[in-house]
């Protein structure tokens, strides 16, 4: 196959790594230059564009039999998401009616789901986000479910939050000392190893359905109090302290508080998580992050690798 890589970044990447070593050709369209080494020393072919200008994408060296579009609004507010997502899909589309391709894969957030009582939300469930950022993600999935009664190949992938290599919010700053507990912490998290996407992409690029949405977490959500305390036992420091944060169930909007089940990516695509939860996905950062307060004398701990 040739795979269209739309902005191939942190997750773009590793999943265009994985499919170039199953023999693919990938090309990765990034707005800048950056990343070019990386993308050449993953086996990618870099292009440089932009999905929201059409002239980009005609400039690109077609014919692709799939697309995966893993752009991000590169943390820009709502005007952003609704160019980057909502925009450069249309005009994606647009392009690609002239471009038919087999497969279409994006990847949406799970931040679509609104709920805030610590309900199991599968892909049936309600998807009514609380933001406006949420919104536009979700009319960006309106737009490609259209388009796939229209006999589109898109499949839709929402994805937790991801970590990995040089990411992880929270954990960083547990490091850096500013974590806090949001109220008693109980509010649930769900998140997913950034190469655990990259197998779920490959995995809907094989196997997923038109049409079809798939959630694209771990096996385990954790709220934001046991995730601190395996942090805090792991690496021997203190709690973080609480802040006064206004519980979900007070209609705080964008903060949820629910468990998303991974059961249809599972089972439809045969799915397996490489990290099935936190522990084992943060196990070599945590390993790492030991080694370096360890002193000289002290055993180093197993450091397991990060890449599949
Ligand atoms: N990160 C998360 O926790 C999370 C959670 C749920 C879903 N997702 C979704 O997962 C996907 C990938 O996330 P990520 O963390 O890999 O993002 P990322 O590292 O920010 O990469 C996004 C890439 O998109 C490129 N890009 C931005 N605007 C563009 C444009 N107008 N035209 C062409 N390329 C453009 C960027 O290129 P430049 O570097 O050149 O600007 C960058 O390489 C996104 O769709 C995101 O919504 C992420």
Known sequence: MRVLIVGCGYLGTAAGALLVRA??????????GEGQDELLSAGII??????TDPGSLDRLSGP??????????SRGGADVYRAVYLEGTRILL?????????????TSSTSVYGQTDGSTVDEDSPAEPGTETGAVLRATEELLLDAARAGFPSVI????????????????????????????GHRCMNMIHRDDVATAIVAALDRGQGGRIYNCTDDESVTQRDFLAWLSDRLARPMPTPTDEEAPTRKKRGITHKRVSNLRLRTELG?????????????????QAVRMTAGPDEPCPVVQPLTA
Not at 46 to 51: I, L, R
Not at 64 to 71: E, G, I, L, M, R
Not at 95 to 101: C, E, G, I, K, M
Not at 161 to 166: M, N, S, V
Request: aromatic fraction near 14%.
């Open 23 to 32: 023999g693919h050709e990938v090309v990765g369209l990034r707005r800048t």
């Open 94 to 106: 647009d392009w690609l009616r002239q471009h038919p391709v087999r497969r279409y894969v994006y």
């Open 46 to 51: 870099p292009a440089m564009g932009d999905v």
């Open 64 to 73: 692709f039999d799939a697309v995966v579009n893993t752009v991000s609004s």
């Open 157 to 184: 992938l929402r994805v937790a939050g991801i970590y990995g290599p040089g990411r992880g919010h929270l954990f960083r700053q547990f490091l850096e000392g500013e974590a806090r507990l949001s109220g008693d």
């Open 271 to 287: 799915w397996v998580p490489r990290y099935p939860t936190f522990r084992e996905g943060y196990a070599a950062d945590v390993a």
